[in-house]
């Protein structure tokens, strides 16, 4: 996607990153953000609101008719915040939608935590651990700043903020629809998703939630005949479960519960 120069301060930052780019390999991009916590929360805020308003693209279920199932899902994210690992725990809204879409087995986050959950990979999984190890993947790259990161090393901060403002909204949009699929330059790093692996293994190994599930997602998705963008970057499966197993056993190796039971109920409240 085309970047948009405005000013002579954002030919410099775009001077300074090309440097430090050039100072790391292109999967494994230096992780620099020149955006604050409070323009997180506020990008956040303005792709939120795009993507509401957007129900062609983006079906949200709504949360008073689809309200147990809801209250299930935040139940399980009230569970991963009480894990006291996550940095921006009082500070993120963290705030999740579901999206009525079971062809698509994927989930995203935004700046300032909000997560977007299709209904593809909830019906998709067998149990609420493994739910949990999705989520809480997707709650690690919000609270490790990984999407501001790439979009302040792609966009700089002069086009982010003016998006913000509400100016531009089509770029906006195109930057959203590039995050929710994963594509581009806005796909993670390599280094960005072992770190999501990683901390959703220490965020979910002192709950009740078997930690170690993460990776039984992985083995269920390399028999998948079209594994989804969750899978579809580098690292491969092989080598992010070997890591996922690597931090699991580092902290202790003691596995928690799948609920099944729990987790079908969950999916049953789902249309």
Not at 173 to 179: C, D, E, F, P, S
Not at 220 to 248: C, W, Y
């Amino acid at each position: 996607m085309k970047t948009i120069v405005r000013t002579g301060n954002v030919i410099l930052i775009a001077g300074i990153f090309l440097i430090m780019g050039a100072c790391s390999k292109s999967d494994n991009p230096i992780p620099i953000t020149i955006f604050s916590v409070n323009d997180d929360i506020a990008m956040g805020l303005q792709m939120d609101q795009e993507i509401t308003g957007d129900p062609a693209h983006y079906p949200v279920l709504d949360s008073v008719s689809y309200a147990s199932a809801y209250a299930h899902l935040y139940q399980i994210r009230n569970t991963i915040l009480a894990s006291g690992k996550l940095q921006y725990a009082n500070t993120f809204e963290w705030k999740i939608r579901i999206i009525r879409d079971d062809s698509v087995v994927n989930a995203f986050c935004i700046p300032g935590g909000n997560i977007y959950i299709y209904t593809g990979i909830i019906k998709f999984l067998d149990n609420e651990a493994e739910f949990a190890g999705v989520l809480a993947h997707e709650m690690a790259h919000a609270d490790l700043r990984h999407t501001s990161q790439q979009l302040t090393l792609i966009y700089g901060e002069s086009l982010l903020l003016n998006l913000i403002l509400g100016n531009n909204p089509s770029e906006l949009a195109q930057i959203i629809a590039n995050l929710a699929a994963g594509l581009g330059n806005l796909a993670y790093s390599r280094t960005h998703e072992y770190k999501a692996d990683e901390y959703a293994v220490k965020y979910l190994y002192p709950t009740k939630y078997d930690a170690a599930s993460l990776g039984d997602f992985f083995i269920k998705m390399e028999g998948a005949p079209t594994p989804p963008v969750f899978l579809s970057s580098h690292p491969s499966p092989e080598d992010r479960l070997d890591k996922i197993n690597q931090t699991f056993n580092s902290l202790g190796g003691v596995h928690g519960g799948t609920f099944e039971t729990d987790y079908q109920q969950f999916k049953g409240l789902l249309p």
